[in-house]
């Protein structure tokens, strides 16, 4: 698939000093670039109020993307550590 980002998620990233953190993210993408659907990807879960946004669980953190069935583009737009209010703006 083809993968593009959101401004927001360089900046999320650019905000964590967890280097295993980063170097789950770097192996979920390459992942992400070689698979064919979603499905073939692990620990994915769509958002509850957006039919298009799924997050994928890396260990304490969240990459939040957008994807639409039967696209090959990956809109990867934030990478966020879990927490009470990680997924707010998205509800």
Do not use: G, N, P, S
């Given at each position: 698939?083809?993968?593009e980002?959101?401004?927001s998620f360089d900046k999320s990233v650019k905000k964590i000093k967890d280097v295993i953190a980063l170097k789950r993210l770097k192996v979920l993408i390459v992942k992400l670039?070689?698979?064919t659907s979603l499905k073939e990807i692990s620990n994915v879960i769509p958002m509850v109020n957006n039919p298009f946004l799924y997050r994928i669980r890396t260990g304490d953190?969240?990459?939040v993307v957008?994807?639409?069935d039967g696209s090959i583009t990956i809109l990867l737009i934030?990478?966020?550590k879990r927490n009470e209010s990680t997924y707010r703006k998205y509800k």
């Open positions: 698939m083809k993968i980002h959101a401004e670039k070689e698979a953190y969240r990459l957008e994807y639409r934030e990478y966020l």
